[in-house]
């Protein structure tokens, strides 16, 4: 007899992002210097980071190591701020779309972390792709368990 649960599960990919992007959104702040962008990018592996003001998503860190770049133009990564050196073109996904919808963003615009945000543009956390590829390791091995 095939079990009720199983029967109505959805495929990971048709899982919302409020229910699997439950961190707290680490976004730098457009004063924030260069250095610490740097630092911030490093400690989470990322060579893209947001930009959040007021919790709220005004840009994107585009270049991996900016401390380390700025530094080896002769400028002082700790004088630059973040707003200086941002793109304000973002990749995002908002809360209620889905994984698949995730991973399709993340392919299109090269990037391995992505901002989730509401419909206000509140950033409510970012996404990896390690999450997503544990969400679906998850799902696929509850879906071999019978």
């Keep these: 007899m095939e079990d009720k ?3 109505n599960a959805k495929p990971a990919e048709e899982t ?11 976004a730098l702040h457009p004063e924030d210097s260069v250095e610490t962008a740097g630092e911030c990018m490093r400690q989470h592996e990322a060579s ?3 930009v959040a003001e007021d919790s709220k998503l005004v840009g994107m860190v585009t270049q991996e190591n900016p401390d380390w770049k700025m530094g080896g133009m002769g ?3 700790k004088a630059w701020k973040v707003g200086q050196i941002m793109s304000q073109s973002v990749a995002f996904c908002y809360e209620d779309e889905d994984l698949g919808a995730a991973e399709r963003m993340m392919n299109e615009r090269g990037v391995d972390h992505l901002p989730v945000v509401d419909r206000e543009m509140r ?4 996404l990896s792709r390690q999450q997503i590829k544990a969400r679906m390791q998850t799902v696929e091995k509850n879906d071999g368990d019978d």
């Design 48 to 50: 893209k980071w947001p």
């Design 123 to 126: 950033i409510i956390g970012i």
């Design 5 to 7: 649960k199983k029967r």
């Design 75 to 77: 400028h002082d990564p």
């Design 16 to 26: 919302p992002l409020k229910e699997i992007t439950e961190n707290e959104a680490d």
